[in-house]
């Protein structure tokens, strides 16, 4: 199953705005040729390549994880770029109806969202899941223990298990604390929150090694996790 058709929202975009967002105006496309488009809309965006050997990790399959890397957040990538060309030709086009602009912003939300998420996910792993640095200290501080927030961090990421979703521990600069989040969709993150793991729960992360054992996905993603990477994104994010 989509990313896609898993929202309703998002399916109305492609039904209601068929008409209006397909083919751009010509005084659009000859902006998008000139290369005079927003550098806001470009659609320049690339795949990160992974940063660790796929073949590697400790229970996630290199066939799960090339599928994951290059079939749904490349495809995100794809979208991104293809949207940001339409909301150029929108912006160029004087008398192009709000209503549609609003589909296309929520869709550029959305694969913003999914774009950066799955960045995170991958980048965060290739380690040997053992929990290091600064930031073990603090998620002791804030949970009582690095167990009580594994258990609670776990407990979350099942929540979601029925098949979309991310969980996501961040660092709430408002609040100045950590705090594990749950997040429906792409468009959902806590606010004033900076990332330090990323899991992803949609069945696509999952699905092709482990079926409908979600547990033991997060198992594996638990034990595949990089600290030091995820230290490093603390203290930046303290800084």
């Not at 009580?148 to 709430?172: H, K, P, Q, V, Y």
Request: hydrophobic residues 40%; contains cysteine; charged residues 20%.
């Amino acid at each position: 199953m989509t990313d896609l058709s898993r929202r309703s929202a998002l399916g109305s975009f492609a039904a209601g705005a068929a008409g209006l967002a397909l083919a751009p105006t010509a005084s659009a496309q000859s902006q998008q040729v000139s290369g005079a488009a927003s550098p806001a809309f470009a659609g320049k965006h690339a795949p990160k390549q992974l940063r660790f050997d796929p073949a590697k990790l400790d229970g996630l399959s290199e066939r799960l994880i090339r599928s994951h890397w290059e079939n749904n957040y490349q495809g995100s990538v794809r979208a991104l770029n293809m949207i940001e060309g339409r909301l150029a030709a929108a912006m160029a086009d004087k008398d192009y109806p709000a209503v549609a602009y609003g589909d296309l912003k929520r869709e550029e939300l959305h694969r913003t969202g999914s774009v950066v998420l799955h960045e995170l996910y991958f980048d965060g792993l290739g380690g040997d899941g053992l929990a290091a640095g600064g930031v073990k200290d603090a998620l002791i501080a804030s949970h009582g223990s690095l167990e009580a927030w594994d258990a609670e961090f776990r407990r979350t990421a099942m929540s979601l298990a029925g098949g979309s979703g991310w969980c996501i521990l961040a660092w709430n600069h408002h609040t100045a604390s950590l705090h594990n989040y749950w997040c429906w969709d792409h468009t959902n993150s806590p606010v004033t929150g900076t990332p330090l793991i990323v899991l992803d729960m949609y069945e696509h992360s999952f699905h092709m090694d482990y079926g409908a054992a979600a547990a033991k996905y997060v198992d594996a993603f638990m034990r595949n996790l990089d600290w030091e990477v995820i230290d490093g994104r603390y203290s930046a994010a303290k800084a």
